[in-house]
């Protein structure tokens, strides 16, 4: 079965870095574009990022643009997401998430979740 | 990018049906037949119940429907259960290949 496995969070100090891992499973990797997400205490859902299923085609949200970078391994089959600059305003549980469909960014949607890790940004 | 509008919240009795309005702009729910809609219990992680504005996923109740008219997108529900109570978010792709949420609407079974 489809599993993602987020890890990496931590509390972090403003300004300090954090890299974040999202483990997959069960699917080929390699076929699908990936996503970040993330969610603040008791707040919506804000997407972060996205990574094309070849790494080509990445795209970030405004608010985390110039500070995040998304990559990925797909010999590891392992998505990363690099967060540099952090403000206390990036705390937030984030989640990994598959794009539902292969060999594109177009549309995307989100069948398949990982459990989120927390990132706590406070001084 | 600013987060597409819905409701803060919405209720009903049980076997009544809701309906969740999503209102965004030309460049994202008016553009593109790309709006999927996100059901997340307290504590626990999204769950995708509509793609491309009105199909379920495998598994998905068939009281859950998904409807668009220009720039707003809606999700109805029908025969509410106690277990519809919950966090409802739509998303919409954009025409910068972004994607962009709702605020969330929180769905209230008196």
């Known amino acids: 079965q489809v599993q993602l496995v987020e890890s990496g969070g931590g509390v972090v100090q403003p300004g300090r870095s954090l890299r974040l891992s999202c483990a997959a499973s069960?699917?080929?990797?390699?076929?699908?574009?990936m996503h970040w997400v993330r969610q603040a205490p008791g707040r919506g859902l804000e997407w972060v990022a996205l990574?094309?299923?070849?790494?080509?085609?990445?795209y970030y949200a405004d608010s985390v643009k110039g500070r995040f970078t998304i990559s990925r391994d797909n010999s590891k089959n392992t998505a990363f997401l690099q967060m540099n600059s952090l403000r206390p305003e990036d705390t937030a549980v984030y989640f990994c998430?598959?794009?539902?469909?292969?060999?594109?960014?177009?549309?995307?949607?989100?069948?398949?979740w990982g459990q989120g890790t927390l990132v706590t940004v406070s001084s | 990018q600013s987060a597409l509008t819905q409701p803060a919240s919405v209720s009903g009795s049980p076997g009544q049906s809701i309906t969740i309005s999503c209102t965004g702009t030309?460049?994202?729910?008016?553009?593109?037949?790309?709006v999927s809609w996100y059901q997340q219990h307290p504590g626990k992680v999204p769950k995708l119940i509509i793609d491309?504005?009105?199909y379920r996923p495998s598994g998905v109740s068939n009281r859950f429907s998904g409807s668009k008219s220009g720039n707003t997108a809606s999700l109805t529900i029908s025969g509410l259960l106690a277990e519809d109570e919950a966090d409802y978010y739509c998303?919409?792709?954009?025409?910068?290949?972004?994607?962009?949420f709702g605020t969330g609407t929180r769905v209230t079974v008196l």
């Open positions: 998430a598959r794009s539902g469909r292969p060999y594109t960014v177009r549309g995307p949607f989100f069948d398949y």
């Open positions: 069960g699917f080929t990797f390699s076929s699908y574009a």
């Open positions: 990574i094309s299923y070849d790494g080509s085609n990445i």
């Open positions: 030309s460049t994202d729910i008016g553009f593109y037949d790309f």
């Open positions: 491309d504005v009105r």
């Open positions: 998303s919409s792709y954009t025409t910068s290949s972004t994607l962009v």
